[in-house]
């Protein structure tokens, strides 16, 4: 391992019309240490190709298939010598002190695990994720999502990162893990953010690591594959992670984001096939669930006091905007 080191994975499927802008980006960073590693998920368009003719410094990993997310990076992570690891999409053009910005925070303090970027919807001027926290109704929220972007404009300790363009300290997944591939696609990193917060490492939301972000690029935000994946890996998510005495403090609220769910997939946008779908199968993958709740649970270090301060209550305003905008446009 390379004392400073940053290896930045991006990964891949069948996106080749997105990589010239994201991959020429990291070749300008004023950050000098990086590697970039290429993970390809199986692509048939010729991202491969293009890669390796346009920008053959960089290391490409070809998979033969396509693992998901969370699948495709865990592949790739074994080719990474970095100190530091970046998840970043393909669909992502970041600034060139963007990398810079974001190793600071960890160098100086050792108990920070992840710094998040800000992320700007692209051409829009309006915020997609200034870091992730996460819900008292156990689903992950995007901080600032639609608003301006020049809100969020200090650094802080938030609950966790969208790893569509985030920092990682190699130390933390030898801690507690990295993206679960049973989770395919996702709420991979909510799930992750909720590992790493049990176990007491901070995250750092970094205003000033700017990324533009074509969001949704690669799969429909309400396309079967999202809603399917996104219905069942909550299941997931809240019974690998949520401790005894919070699951009890919360279950009313559970109870109402199940129906709200419902109602809104279901009802208002058809997906009944998906959303019983993705139920069913996380029915089925309960007692693989339970048996990894054991091992996220025994690495825990902090009080159920800690978490409901790093949880948003579901009667914030930011929260209400939010759902507002969602049932209104959405």
């Not at 054991?294 to 305003?317: C, D, E, I």
Request: hydrophobic share 40%; net charge positive; aromatic share 14%.
């Amino acid at each position: 391992m390379v004392s400073g080191l940053v290896s930045i994975m991006v990964l891949n499927w069948n996106g080749k019309c997105l990589l010239e802008e994201c991959l020429l980006a990291l070749g300008k960073q004023t950050y000098p240490t990086l590697e970039v590693i290429f993970v390809d998920n199986g692509s048939t368009d010729g991202s491969v190709d293009f890669v390796v003719e346009h920008f053959p410094l960089i290391r490409v990993v070809k998979l033969y298939k396509n693992y998901g997310f969370a699948g495709g990076n865990s592949k790739g992570l074994g080719f990474c010598n970095g100190e530091f690891i970046v998840l970043l999409n393909n669909d992502t053009h970041v600034d060139e002190k963007w990398l810079e910005n974001l190793v600071i925070p960890m160098i100086k303090d050792s108990s920070v695990g992840i710094c998040a970027s800000k992320l700007i919807v692209e051409s829009t001027g309006r915020i997609d994720s200034a870091g992730d926290t996460l819900t008292t109704w156990g689903v992950g929220f995007k901080r600032g999502c639609g608003e301006e972007q020049n809100l969020y404009l200090d650094e802080q300790y938030i609950f966790g990162a969208c790893a569509a363009a985030a920092l990682y300290r190699k130390t933390l997944f030898e801690d507690v893990g990295f993206l679960d591939e049973d989770f395919f696609f996702n709420d991979e990193d909510t799930d992750l953010n909720f590992r790493a917060q049990l176990a007491g490492w901070k995250c750092v939301f970094i205003p000033s690591a700017l990324v533009s972000h074509k969001v949704n690029a690669t799969i429909g935000n309400l396309s079967d594959l999202h809603v399917y994946y996104h219905v069942r890996n909550l299941e997931f998510l809240w019974l690998k992670n949520m401790p005894v005495e919070l699951m009890v403090c919360y279950a009313h609220l559970k109870f109402f984001q199940e129906l709200g769910s419902f109602l809104y997939l279901c009802l208002r946008h058809g997906k009944w096939k998906a959303y019983f779908k993705g139920k069913r199968d996380a029915l089925k993958l309960f007692p693989r669930m339970l048996k990894k709740r054991h091992g996220v649970q025994a690495k825990r270090r902090v009080t159920n006091a800690y978490l409901k301060g790093m949880f948003l209550p579901v009667w914030s305003r930011e929260l209400v905007r939010q759902k507002i905008r969602q049932f209104v446009f959405g």
